[in-house]
């Protein structure tokens, strides 16, 4: 028997999906099966000269459309099933911004913070002499994700070519400039997100000096769409770290709050503002909400104290599907991840086209480019949501199911 995607949320989703476009059992599969997913075990010297074993994953999910493209993430709570889940996700990403990759997604089961360079930096190569078999620019492509980030990837990158004896700087994104990383790939999420989130706003006539926003997350991706907001006019109300949030109704000065991140102190340690919890931070009054940190923080049980009117989900997967029905039926409009987060992806696949045509861009060309590919994609969802007279989730499946449907159809495996 194939192996299921047990993913609930992505299943609840496909099933209304499936019924509004009319999908056959076979179609159900072939969308949620992953072609391929690999457990690694490997052994990391540490330090005090003791082996320790980790275990990774990698999950291929559909290679239809192209290469599998996906991020790796270093976490303790690194589960095979959200892996499944978040290459699903993938696959549906690099679809809806049309991008001509397939979806995929790995990580280790490691807390980073406790460990030195050294032991992070034999762990990452560890993971691809494993698995470089199974990796390559035409084959699957890792990135960042939770917990990894440009060194991790440049670190990769020189085990991949050690082990293959050629440069191939396309078998990984994300990576510094200086060995083939694209202009702005560390603030693309962000911007994707900003794209997004004002094209939508345009449309609701909402304006970004009228708009409060609250923030769960300041890690890459909160800090810098902090940065962006509050410098296009909005108000940024509350911010939060893994430890605490923190609040001003007035607004609060974003520079100042990335200077005092540069000391590398938690927000638990600053004085003079007003404190909130990370949960407490997700029911704040505002117009927009941004959970920019994990998974599954809006929950059925928290659900029915959002008081934002407009979630941009920067985070993969942040609202579980009960409460997406919870906050449907309050009229709180969600962004989805697969749309919201996906500037990634698509400046990622800018670093690869660089990558593999030996010819980069500069700023304003890349920056211009995911403008074009947001903005694009966002009025693409914005007719399927008329059409169909659905949420932007449902609209956002809809037109990815299609294509990755279409392009199984055009190989001959569906008929
Ligand atoms: N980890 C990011 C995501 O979840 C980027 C993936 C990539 O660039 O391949 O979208």
């Not at 990158?157 to 400039?177: A, C, F, N, S, W």
């Not at 694209?182 to 909402?206: C, N, P, Q, V």
């Not at 609202?319 to 697969?338: N, Q």
């Amino acid at each position: 028997m194939a192996e299921k995607n047990v993913c609930t949320s992505c299943n609840s989703m496909l099933d209304k999906v499936a019924s509004l476009l009319n999908l056959n059992q076979t179609e159900i599969d072939v969308l949620t099966i992953p072609s391929r997913s690999f457990t690694f075990s490997f052994p990391v010297i540490m330090d005090d000269g003791k082996t320790k074993i980790f275990t990774g994953y990698r999950v291929q999910f559909n290679s239809a459309r192209g290469p599998t493209k996906g991020g790796i993430r270093f976490h303790p709570k690194v589960d095979p099933e959200e892996v499944k889940t978040l290459a699903f996700l993938m696959t549906l990403k690099c679809a809806v911004t049309n991008l001509p990759f397939g979806g995929a997604k790995g990580g280790i089961i490691v807390d980073p913070k406790k460990l030195s360079a050294g032991e992070l930096e034999r762990l990452s190569r560890r993971y691809i002499s494993t698995a470089y078999k199974f990796l390559g620019p035409e084959t699957d492509i890792p990135a960042p994700d939770v917990n990894t980030n440009p060194q991790v990837m440049a670190w990769m990158l020189d085990e991949y070519e050690r082990l293959t004896g050629k440069h191939q700087p396309g078998m990984i994104t994300g990576k510094p400039v200086e060995l083939g990383g694209s202009a702005i790939r560390e603030i693309s999420t962000s911007m994707g997100g900003y794209f997004t989130l004002r094209e939508i706003m345009k449309d609701r006539k909402m304006k970004p000096e009228q708009t409060t926003v609250a923030i769960q997350g300041f890690g890459n991706v909160g800090l810098n769409i902090a940065k962006i907001l509050s410098d296009h006019g909005y108000k940024i109300i509350a911010v939060s770290d893994s430890k605490t949030g923190i609040y001003d109704l007035k607004g609060l000065d974003v520079r100042n709050l990335m200077d005092y991140k540069k000391s590398k102190k938690g927000f638990d340690k600053l004085k003079g503002v007003k404190k909130i919890t990370n949960q407490k931070i997700l029911e704040l009054k505002c117009d927009v909400l941004i959970p920019a940190a994990l998974g599954d923080v809006i929950t059925k049980n928290n659900a029915k104290n959002v008081k934002a009117k407009l979630i941009l989900e920067l985070a993969n997967h942040p609202v579980t599907p009960e409460a997406d029905d919870i906050l449907g039926k309050k009229k709180v409009e969600i962004i989805p991840d697969i749309l919201a987060n996906a500037g990634g992806v698509v400046v990622s696949y800018f670093e690869w086209v660089q990558n593999t045509s030996n010819y980069y861009w500069g700023r304003k060309e890349v920056l211009d480019k995911l403008e074009t590919q947001m903005v694009t994609a966002t009025k693409e969802m914005g007719r399927t949501c008329k059409n169909f007279k659905c949420s932007m989730r449902q609209a956002l499946y809809i037109q990815a199911v299609n294509k990755v449907l279409y392009a199984e159809r055009l190989r001959g495996v569906l008929k």
